[in-house]
């Protein structure tokens, strides 16, 4: 007798376990179908926040390099003007110089003064010309940057309302998942969980119709379809590994 009490017990905890499950899905397929309506909103979000990251950072990267060709300028244009007055002194000394040896060394000071100016003023082009490049580039960026930023602000605008629109159900929906969730194992949602996310259509549990498998369309046994409707035991499709139920509305009609 006690045997078959627990026996008893035993069932009506699968069962409970079975329905629980099936809730669940009923649940968790709402939610999805609210998630729907927001299509590729949350990725196209993400997208353009990835993207303007990207924009921000090289934006970041070309004002880092105009504003080093801005120090290299102004140290060129220092040593240009050091030169220069470096040979207004030696043009002096020249002139009071007591033989050719000392007229000679302070000419070649001033040649090589000169033949700095120019290496700096070869450089000061160089980077005249480097500049020029980076404020393009600058500019193509921050244009691209605006852009997105204002795709990124609709785009968000739209998500925003539809999650404000749509919060309350899926709440009530989350507490009501929360619910079944209790009535349910750790390793059996572990098992509903992977089955979800490894199914297209997020149908980890479905019911038995018209002698098929309601989430793959496979023939299912009739044995195992009786097993499927006593609830003693979870029962799995071989063909797609989704949960099988029964299909109450098709029982009633039988």
Known sequence: MATQKKTAEID???????????ELQKIDSKI??????????????????????GLTTRIENINAEIEELNTLTRQRKREVDQARIQIGNYK???????????YDAITKEIEYQELEIELAEKRLREYAAAMKTKKSLQETAEAAA????????????????IEAETAPQVAEYEAQAAQ???KIEARLLAAYNRIRSNVRNGLAVVTVKRDSCGGCFNHIPPQRQADIRQGKKLIVCEYCGRILVADAEEEAAE
């Open 12 to 22: 009506y905890s699968m069962q409970t376990t079975i329905q629980a499950l099936y």
């Open 32 to 53: 999805d179908a609210i998630n729907k309506v927001k299509g590729e909103l949350p990725l196209e979000v993400q997208d353009l926040e990835d993207e303007m990251a």
């Open 92 to 102: 002096e000394q020249q002139n009071n110089v007591r033989n050719n040896r000392e």
């Open 146 to 161: 605006a852009e997105r930023a204002a795709d990124l602000k609709l785009k968000r605008n739209e998500l925003e309302g």
């Open 180 to 182: 079944a969730k209790e």
